[in-house]
């Protein structure tokens, strides 16, 4: 019985060491796998697929790092207006307004519209 209590002592005191260790089973590699396969597609990991789909939003690991958002609102820029400028031969257009910064003044170009575009159904919205 003593060899028991024990043994029993040292089975939970070891309980906490056991996030210490790097184990590969194969569900760790096959999801570390899957989530590589992922994010060189999709430039998303399967956690935020599984995000997406439950809120309804385009959310990314990768959009949090550059804009601190991790599901932000879509938002549609309407490129059909465009800014002309002369140049030395020819006419260049763009969608954005001086994009040189050369301080040249466009050809009668109305601004472009932004909208927010709605978010689809989540898991969770009725």
Known sequence: MRHISALATL??????LGG???TSTPFTVASMGADMVS????KKTVF??????ATGRDCS?????????????KVMVDRT??????????????HIPD????GYTALASPPPE?????????WFDE
């Open 11 to 16: 089975l939970v005191s070891a309980l906490p």
């Open 20 to 22: 210490c260790f790097f």
């Open 39 to 42: 994010l060189t597609s999709t």
């Open 48 to 53: 935020d697929h599984v995000a997406s789909a």
């Open 61 to 73: 690991s990768l959009k949090f790092t550059e804009i601190g958002e991790y599901c932000p609102d």
């Open 81 to 94: 207006k465009v800014y002309c400028y002369r140049t030395l031969a020819d006419v260049d257009c763009h």
């Open 99 to 102: 994009p040189y910064k050369n």
């Open 114 to 122: 932004i909208k927010v575009v709605p978010k689809n159904k989540g």
